[in-house]
């Protein structure tokens, strides 16, 4: 069955707030120090989730194989206007893990963090990011995004990236082999790991990027931008990029 939740908030449970196998909407809702010890300590979804205007903070998931800090989804899921603050998840997906179909549109992520995705895991499955704000997340791989798997679609567009760090993907880890993998339009600055300052691209990932803007990034051995090959880079702009090895924009590996 349907249901719509607005303006409540949910603080300090300890275990998913919201488990969704059908379809919810949530409007102008908070969810604040909600602690799981297994997956999504906001929400599990494998329904049909839509969230509005939501604000999550301080959400965890404590399992050692954790996939979510505040969301992890299954199934379909729309999100516009959301705000995650200070999210984490002990292995992946700081604030949102999915292996379904996501949309992510005009949200901000900052201070997330995990072992793998910093703000965000996607496995497989449809991911689409437009207008997004990833700001001071962290993570050992892929600080702002993680994607890995096949048989999927991800998109970035409108997207910036600020202040991020990790040892590997200073903002993006990518290991798919995607139907489709494309950034467009984005902003890179100031972001930082020990390899590939802004972008990890596995030997085995496809990536286009187009129109988009690296600015001051940082590694400290190779690909102060880009560490990896199999890419298309069309009317994009590096300026100010620094490695400590190879490559100060990019270290072509493939």
């Given at each position: 069955?349907?249901?719509?939740?607005?303006?409540?908030?949910?603080?300090?449970?300890?275990?998913?707030?919201?488990?969704?196998?059908?379809?919810?909407?949530?409007?102008?809702?908070?969810?604040?120090?909600?602690?799981?010890?297994?997956?999504?300590?906001?929400?599990?979804?494998?329904?049909?989730?839509?969230?509005?205007?939501?604000?999550?903070?301080?959400?965890?998931?404590?399992?050692?194989y954790a996939d979510g800090g505040a969301i992890n989804n299954e199934g379909s899921a729309f999100l516009k206007g959301c705000l995650f603050i200070s999210n984490h998840s002990q292995y992946s997906g700081g604030a949102i893990y999915t292996s379904g179909e996501m949309h992510l549109n005009?949200?901000?992520?900052?201070?997330?963090?995990?072992?793998?995705?910093?703000?965000?895991?996607?496995?497989?499955?449809?991911?689409?990011?437009?207008?997004?704000?990833?700001?001071?997340?962290?993570?050992?791989?892929?600080?702002?995004?993680?994607?890995?798997?096949?048989d999927g679609q991800f998109s970035l567009t409108f997207s910036r990236f600020l202040s991020n760090v990790s040892k590997i993907g200073g903002c993006i880890y990518m290991n798919t082999d995607h139907e489709m993998a494309e950034i467009s339009e984005c902003s890179f600055k100031d972001n930082s790991a020990v390899r590939g300052g802004v972008i990890f691209n596995n030997d085995d990932s496809s990536l286009t990027i187009e129109k988009s803007t690296f600015e001051s990034n940082r590694a400290d051995n190779e690909g102060g931008v880009i560490y990896g090959g199999r890419l298309n880079v069309i009317s994009s702009r590096f300026c100010e990029n620094i490695s400590g090895g190879y490559g100060n924009a990019l270290y072509n590996t493939h």
């Open positions: 069955d349907y249901v719509t939740l607005k303006n409540i908030v949910f603080l300090n449970a300890n275990k998913s707030a919201i488990v969704n196998e059908s379809d919810v909407k949530v409007i102008d809702c908070s969810f604040k120090n909600n602690i799981s010890n297994h997956n999504g300590s906001a929400i599990q979804n494998s329904g049909n989730l839509t969230a509005v205007n939501c604000y999550f903070e301080n959400n965890s998931s404590t399992w050692k005009c949200c901000v992520f900052k201070q997330n963090n995990s072992q793998i995705g910093g703000a965000i895991r996607s496995y497989g499955g449809r991911t689409h990011l437009t207008d997004c704000l990833f700001e001071d997340n962290s993570a050992s791989t892929g600080a702002g995004l993680y994607i890995y798997g096949s």
